[in-house]
C-alpha cells in the first residue's frame, strides 16, 4: 500500500515537473541567425551498455579463478604479477576504478537500510565474489584482481618491516574505517570509501586536487611499506581477511614440507609470515590465563563505553548528513548567526518549503546517527577487545606459515623455498623428459 | 645504513602528514568553493557599483503601488494618466497614485501602449486586443500563432508595429489590424541579421524622425529601421562598463524622451540609462542601489535563466521617468536633478 502510494506521488511529481518544462519551453530558445549558427539537439549520453557490466563480471571471475590457479596450483610469483597488471588496468584505467569491490560494500548495506534502493546485479557479484572466492581459497582477490592493490604493489621497490605491535594497531583502523562507512551508508549520508579513494583519480588521470595527494602520498609509503591501504585502510580486507582465515585451501610458503631453513623469514613485505613459536613459558601462562578472564569480562563493558561515546557523537556524525547540514545552516541564518547564504540554503528556501519540516527531518537523521553510533562504538569496541585478548591467546606453530587472515597471496615468498626450488626443478625434468 | 633508514623514515612521515593535512583540508561539501582566484570570478557585485556622478536623476514622488502580483508593461497617455498592464488585467493610474480604471482581460497581458486617439494596444501572449478608454473592446486580432510572444506595440499616426519575440519579428499592422509588411527577418541581400532574441524581452517605438528603433538584445543595439523594413542604422555596443550593455540580452526595454534620447533599462545588471540619439552614453537614471532593496548585493538573485526580472520603462513630456519595477510590482517616478557635463 505504501508503495502504491509512493508511486501516485511520483506520478504527480513528474506530472508537475512536466508542467515546469512545458512552461519554460513556452519560450523559444534562441536562433543564432547573425552567424548561422545551428544549435545541436540536446543529446543525453546513454548509460554503459548491460553487456559490458556482466562482461566486467565474467572478467572479474575469471580473474579471480585464474587468480586461484596461480596462487595454489601454478605457484608463480611471475604469473601473478603479470594477472596483477592486467587487473590495473582493466579495473583501474580502463573501467577508472568503477565498479570496484572495495566501494560495493556501501552500496549492499544501502540496499538493507533503503528500501527503495535496488543493488545492480553487477555491484552484487563485485562484492560477493571475492567474498567466495576468499572463502574457499584466500585472498586471492588482492593478490591480483584489486587494482587498488595492485596500484601500490608495482611501487613496492625498497620494502621495510612494519613492527608487529604498529601493524596491529594501524590495522585498526581499517575496522573502523569499514564501521563508518557501513554507518554513512546506511543512513544515506555518504558512500565514504568511494569519496576518499586514495586511486581513483590516477585511473581516472583527474581528480580533486586533495585527493591525488593523498594517493601520491600513499604511494610514496608504498614504495618502502608495502601496499598500506591494503593492510591499514581497506574496509573490504577488514571482511576479506575474516573469510580467509576459514578459507578451505590458503597459500603454504612451501610445496611440501618446511624444512625450518628460515629463508623466507624475512621474504614477506606485508609481514604475514608467522614464525614458529615455543611453547608457552609457565609464568607466563597464569598471567596470560588472568589476563584473558579480566579482558572477557571488560569486553562488554568496552563495546558499552565506545558505543555511548559514538552515540553522543551524533551532532558531529549526523554533519554527514546534507539535510543535517542544510538544517543548521538554515537556522545559523535564520538567527542571525551567519550572514549571507549558501547555493542549498538559497535553493531550500527557493523550494518554500517549511523550516519545521527541515528540522524534523534533521532531527529524524540525528536520532539514526544516535542509534547507529551505539553500533558503531560497539563494533569498534569489540574489535579492540578482541584484539587484546588475541594477545592474550597463544598459538602453537611449528613451521613458518603464510598467516591466514594477513596473507595477500602475492606469491613473493614461494621462491624462497628451497623445497619449492625442488618441485620446480622436478617440473622441469619432467617436462625434459617428455 | 642508519642514515638510510632515517632518510626513508623522514619520508614516509613527511608523506603521512602531508596526506592528512590534504584530508582535513577536503572539500566535501563545496563550502570553500572553486578555489579560483579573484580573476576568475563573474562578481557582479563590482560591475553594480556606479560612479554617484553619472546618476543625474533623483526619485521624485512616492512609488505607485500596482497592486500586480505580476506586471510587464507600462505607458502613459497624453494627459499623464499610467497605464499598467499586469495579471489578466490593464490598470490606470492617476499620477498622484489613484486608481482610476480597471480593464479586466481573458489572459495575462505582456505589453501595451496608448495611440493619440486613447485607444488601447493591447498585446496578449499571440495577438493584440484593441480597447477603448472605457474599457470596452473594440477589436480582437488574428493570432500570431502558438510559437508568438508579443513584448511590444507602438502605434504611429497610420501603423501599429508589433514585436513578437517567439518568431524575432516585427510586424506592422494598419490601424484596422490589417497585417501590412514583416521587418527584421534576416535578409543578407538587405544587410539585415536578423533579431537575436535569448529571452523575452523585445522592444520597439517610434522615433520622431519617422523611423522604427528595435531593440536587438542578442547583439546588444538598438537598431532603426523604415517602416518598409529597410536598416537604417544602429547603436549600442557590448560592454560591463556602464557606457555599454552587457549580459545574455540587453537592453530590454526602452523609451525615448522629447528630445529623442533613449532611456534603456537592463535586467540582470538592473540599470536604466540615457543615451543621447546617436547612441552615446549621457548619464545613469538609477542603477542597482537605487533599484533594488539591498542594493548590489542582491544583483544576481534576480533574473532566474535571464527569462523574467526585465523592468519597463515610460517618460512623459516633462522629461520625468517612470519605471515599471516588475520585481515589486511598483512604478518608481525619477527626475532629473543634476546637469550633465
Keep these: ?434 | 645504513m642508519n642514515a638510510n633508514r632515517i632518510f626513508i623514515g623522514v619520508l614516509i612521515g613527511l608523506a603521512v602528514v602531508i596526506a592528512v593535512v590534504a584530508l582535513v583540508l577536503l572539500d566535501t561539501t563545496g563550502k570553500k568553493g572553486s578555489g579560483l582566484g579573484k580573476e576568475y570570478l563573474y562578481d557582479v557585485k563590482d560591475l553594480a557599483k556606479i560612479d554617484p556622478n553619472l546618476i543625474l536623476y533623483e526619485e521624485s514622488a512616492q512609488s505607485l503601488s500596482t497592486g500586480f502580483t505580476d506586471s510587464h508593461g507600462i505607458a502613459l497617455d497624453s494627459q499623464g494618466s499610467i497605464y499598467i498592464a499586469g495579471d489578466r488585467a490593464i490598470r490606470i493610474f492617476a499620477q498622484s497614485g489613484n486608481l482610476l480604471d480597471e480593464i479586466e482581460l481573458t489572459d495575462a497581458p505582456r505589453c501595451l501602449t496608448v495611440a493619440d486617439d486613447d485607444k488601447i494596444y493591447i498585446g496578449i501572449t499571440n495577438h493584440v486586443e484593441v480597447y477603448g478608454q472605457q474599457g470596452k473592446r473594440l477589436a480582437s486580432w488574428d493570432s500570431l500563432g502558438e510559437r508568438a510572444v508579443l513584448t511590444s506595440i507602438a502605434v504611429s499616426k497610420s501603423d501599429v508595429l508589433v514585436a513578437d519575440a517567439g518568431n524575432r519579428i516585427v510586424l506592422r499592422y494598419d490601424i484596422t489590424g490589417r497585417l501590412i509588411n514583416r521587418i527584421g527577418a534576416k535578409d543578407k541581400e538587405r544587410n539585415i541579421p536578423g533579431f537575436v532574441i535569448p529571452s523575452p524581452y523585445f522592444d520597439l517605438a517610434v522615433s520622431r524622425d519617422g523611423l522604427l528603433r528595435v531593440v536587438n538584445p542578442g547583439l546588444r543595439r538598438i537598431e532603426a529601421y523604415t517602416f518598409d523594413g529597410d536598416l537604417e542604422f544602429w547603436w549600442g555596443k557590448f560592454s560591463s562598463a556602464v557606457e555599454g550593455f552587457c549580459g545574455c540580452c540587453n537592453p530590454v526595454n526602452f523609451a525615448i524622451l522629447e528630445n529623442e534620447s533613449f532611456v534603456t533599462c537592463e535586467k540582470g545588471l538592473i540599470r536604466v540609462k540615457i543615451y543621447d540619439p546617436e547612441g552615446a552614453f549621457v548619464c545613469v537614471v538609477a542603477g542597482p542601489e537605487q533599484l533594488i532593496e539591498g542594493g548590489a548585493s542582491r544583483v544576481s538573485e534576480f533574473g532566474a535563466g535571464s527569462q523574467t526580472g526585465g523592468f519597463d520603462v515610460a517618460v512623459d513630456a516633462q522629461g520625468r521617468i517612470f519605471i515599471l519595477d516588475t520585481i515589486n510590482n511598483v512604478v518608481r517616478i525619477f527626475t532629473k536633478v543634476k546637469a550633465g557635463q
Design chain 1, 1 to 434: 500500500m505504501m508503495r502504491f502510494d509512493n508511486i501516485i506521488i511520483g506520478m504527480a511529481l513528474s506530472l508537475i515537473l512536466c508542467g515546469v518544462t512545458i512552461g519554460a519551453e513556452r519560450f523559444p530558445p534562441p536562433d543564432f541567425v547573425e552567424t548561422d549558427h545551428v544549435i545541436p539537439s540536446p543529446t543525453v549520453p546513454g548509460p554503459r551498455q548491460d553487456i559490458y557490466e556482466y562482461i566486467d563480471a565474467v572478467v572479474l571471475l575469471a580473474a579471480l579463478g585464474l587468480s586461484s590457479y596461480l596462487v595454489l596450483r601454478r605457484r608463480s610469483r611471475r604469473a601473478i604479477f603479470v594477472l596483477m597488471v592486467f587487473s590495473l588496468l582493466y579495473f583501474g584505467f580502463w573501467r577508472k576504478g568503477c565498479v570496484c569491490s572495495v566501494g560495493a560494500v556501501q552500496n549492499i548495506v544501502l540496499s538493507i537500510f533503503d528500501r527503495d534502493y535496488t543493488v545492480p546485479i553487477t555491484v552484487a557479484v563485485f562484492f560477493l565474489l571475492p567474498l567466495v572466492f576468499a572463502l574457499f581459497f584466500g585472498r586471492v582477490f588482492c593478490a591480483a584482481v584489486c587494482p587498488l592493490g595492485a596500484i601500490q604493489d608495482l611501487v613496492l621497490l625498497r620494502p621495510i618491516s612494519v613492527p608487529n605491535w604498529l601493524e596491529s594497531g594501524l590495522r585498526l583502523f581499517a575496522y573502523v574505517y569499514l564501521a563508518a562507512a557501513v554507518l554513512f551508508a546506511a543512513t544515506g549520508s555518504a558512500f565514504v570509501i568511494c569519496r576518499y579513494d586514495p586511486f581513483v583519480a590516477f585511473f581516472r588521470l583527474s581528480g580533486n586536487l586533495n585527493i591525488l595527494i593523498i594517493g601520491a602520498c600513499l604511494l610514496v609509503i608504498s614504495v618502502f611499506i608495502g601496499r598500506p591501504y591494503c593492510r591499514f585502510i581497506c574496509p573490504y580486507g577488514v571482511l576479506l581477511r575474516q573469510l580467509s582465515r576459514l578459507s578451505k585451501w590458503r597459500v603454504t610458503i612451501t610445496p611440501d614440507e618446511c624444512i625450518q631453513c628460515r629463508l623466507c623469514e624475512d621474504s614477506c613485505p606485508f609481514g604475514a609470515i608467522k614464525k614458529p613459536t615455543t611453547d608457552w613459558p609457565t609464568t607466563e601462562y597464569s598471567r596470560s590465563k588472568k589476563r584473558l578472564a579480566i579482558l572477557i569480562l571488560l569486553l562488554p563493558v568496552l563495546m558499552f563505553l565506545c558505543g555511548w561515546a559514538s552515540s553522543g557523537l551524533k551532532t558531529v556524525t549526523s554533519r554527514m548528513h546534507a539535510t543535517v547540514r542544510l538544517a543548521e545552516r538554515i537556522y545559523l541564518e535564520d538567527t542571525g548567526k551567519v550572514e549571507g547564504t549558501t547555493d542549498a540554503s538559497l535553493a531550500f528556501r527557493a523550494t518554500g518549503k517549511e523550516q519545521k519540516e527541515l528540522y524534523a527531518d534533521a532531527s529524524n537523521i540525528r536520532a539514526e546517527f544516535k542509534l547507529g553510533g551505539w553500533f558503531f562504538g560497539g563494533f569498534v569496541g569489540l574489535v579492540i577487545g578482541l584484539k587484546l585478548i588475541a594477545v592474550s591467546v597463544w598459538r602453537k606453530r611449528t613451521d613458518y606459515e603464510a598467516g591466514r587472515a594477513g596473507c595477500l597471496a602475492c606469491g613473493r615468498c614461494f621462491q624462497y623455498c628451497p623445497k619449492e626450488h625442488e618441485r620446480l626443478k622436478k617440473i622441469k625434468e619432467a617436462r625434459a623428459k617428455y
